[in-house]
């Protein structure tokens, strides 16, 4: 681990401030960051402490939704009356992922903020645009089981790892942020993570220094709500394919997949075909689908967990 510098953030626009510092970055949990400090992939000479900033509650909103803070713990945002009881698909998520020891440290903006899990990007011996931008990609051409099979793009096929922002992107969230100059935007969730275009090692609409405060939820949405997380082992492991579902008594309802892009992957067109099947959802959301030779069990996969989803959801 390289040598850097750390300080304790007093307040949010302390903190935004000190992060327009040339290699600063913010530390919470520190459950993805401090791993990718070990092995040199995150190299910051400067780190800015945000534990102390009060960010950890779980509100209620004017409008009957939920505002929960940025450093609100995987662990007590999933457990949390009000999650359980209106959000279900969040909870549900939220425990799909990681260990109960990681829970307990992870937070809500480090959650949004999780670094891909793509091979690639961890072995630093290999070219890597998203860790090295300009240096190609070896995911391309490689082994890329794991990886994304829509939304790629010629420089980068790595995938989101999180749980939780699926369930975030089904349920319409908002990411409110605070900048060095102490203004504050909210940011729907469909438009936070970017897509890799020419450039995949920026992965989110955030500028530089700005902070996440919260994230907040609409009024519940009723329904079923289910989270499926298909993998290689039953616990531990990140999803091949995770799929979000929200449903109504009259099969309408909303969907969002995660493994198979760059960001949650949620096509509102998609939403509509939910009482026609299965089948008809898949094509819709995987429609401009480019899957190597091998992941293209992705789609078909996609497509059974989904039919899954839709069972389960009749029989609730």
């Not at 400067?46 to 950890?56: F, P, R, T, W």
């Not at 409008?63 to 909870?91: C, K, M, P, Q």
């Not at 409110?176 to 090692?201: C, K, M």
Request: charged letters at 20%; one cysteine or more; proline letters at 5%.
């Amino acid at each position: 681990m390289k040598a850097f510098t750390y300080e304790r953030a007093k307040d949010p626009v302390a903190a935004a401030r000190a992060a327009t510092r040339p290699g600063a970055k913010f530390l919470a949990g520190g459950t993805n960051l401090l791993d990718l400090m070990k092995i040199e992939v995150e190299t910051p000479t400067h780190l800015i402490d945000v534990q102390d900033l009060k960010l950890d509650r779980i509100e209620k909103t004017e409008d009957g939704g939920l505002r929960i803070g940025a450093l609100v713990t995987n662990t007590a945002l999933s457990a949390d009356e009000r999650v359980r009881r209106d959000y279900g698909v969040l909870s549900r998520a939220i425990a799909a992922g990681a260990s109960g020891q990681l829970r307990n440290k992870a937070t809500t903006a480090g959650n949004l903020l999780q670094r891909t899990r793509c091979p690639y990007f961890y072995d630093t011996n290999m070219a890597c645009n998203k860790r090295k931008p300009g240096s190609g990609c070896s995911a391309i051409g490689g082994y890329s089981r794991q990886l994304a099979v829509v939304g790629t793009s010629g420089q980068c096929i790595a995938t989101n790892p999180s749980d939780m922002n699926v369930a975030m992107r089904v349920l319409d969230a908002v990411v409110e942020t605070v900048n060095p100059q102490g203004q504050t935007r909210a940011i729907p969730i469909a438009d936070f993570h970017r897509l890799p275009g020419d450039t995949p090692h920026i992965e989110t609409v955030l500028q530089p220094g700005e902070l996440i405060t919260s994230v907040t939820l609409p009024r519940p949405l009723g329904g079923t709500h289910i989270y499926e997380k298909v993998r290689d082992r039953a616990s531990y492991a990140f999803a091949l394919i995770s799929v979000a579902a929200v449903v109504q008594k009259d099969g309408s309802g909303r969907v969002a997949v995660g493994g198979v892009a760059h960001k949650p992957w949620r096509v509102e067109a998609a939403d509509a075909q939910l009482p026609a099947g299965a089948k008809a959802v898949t094509a819709r959301l995987l429609a401009d689908a480019r899957p190597t030779e091998h992941n293209a069990f992705k789609v078909p996969l996609v497509e059974r967990t989904i039919a899954a989803v839709i069972s389960q959801a009749r029989t609730a």
